[in-house]
Every structure is written in C-alpha cells, then in structure tokens.
C-alpha cells in the first residue's frame, strides 16, 4: 500500500509546518487527489488515521478533494471531464488526447491552532 509512504511523507511536511508557525495542534488537513495521481483516497485515509495518532495532528480531520480527469482533444481541442478511462473523444472519435488535470496529488491546506 503506497498510500502509508505517501502519508508518512505528508506528516513530515505537516509536522515542519507547525513548527514553522509554532502550531500547537493541526486540526485539519486537505488534500487534492486526482483521478489518474494512482492514490485511493479511502486507503489514504485509513492511512492518515492510523499515522496520525501521537503526532500534532491526532485530532485533525482529513477532507480530500477529488479531482476528476480533464482532457483535451489534440484534433478538435474539445475538453472533457471523464469519470471511466475511455480514452476516446466524445466529439471526433480521436484518441489523440492530452491530460489536463487529474493527475495530481496535492496538499491544498492546513489549519492550524496557535496558541
Ligand atoms: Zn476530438
């Protein structure tokens, strides 16, 4: 499960994160997970939650966003949001297509308490 490398790698930005602003406690963590970042959200989760117990964030709540796939006609530039891997386009039939999102794995935010 490579979802438990991603997150012990995200809890060591989180935990260089607080320290920077002198956090006492995370209590909240967002995530963007794309469509084709080859994460499953739920096991990312079960991951975090497992991780986060005895760090700064053992009570923070994860929210991930899931970001579908986006891509492009490279024949007749139409763009289209796909939620099946059928790389065909909608509009041409082309299967020249460009990804545009959907790949990425991104930590949007984190809230942090102060003081
Ligand atoms: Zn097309």
């Known amino acids: 499960m490579h979802e438990l490398s991603i997150v012990a ?3 060591e930005i989180l935990e260089e994160k607080a320290e ?3 956090a006492k406690r995370i209590v909240g963590v967002k995530l963007q997970v794309g469509a084709l970042s080859g994460v499953v959200p739920e096991f990312l989760e079960t991951a975090f939650n497992i991780y986060k117990k005895e760090t700064l964030a053992d009570k923070a ?5 899931k970001v579908p796939l986006k891509i492009q006609c490279q024949k007749c530039h139409t763009e289209m949001v796909k939620d099946d891997f059928v790389f065909i386009c909608e509009n041409c039939g082309s299967r020249e297509l460009e990804t545009l999102g959907g790949t990425e794995l991104l930590l949007e ?4 308490e102060v003081s």
Do not use: N
């Open 109 to 112: 935010k984190i809230e942090m």
């Open 61 to 65: 709540r994860l929210e991930i966003e």
């Open 9 to 11: 790698s995200l809890f």
């Open 20 to 22: 920077e602003q002198k």
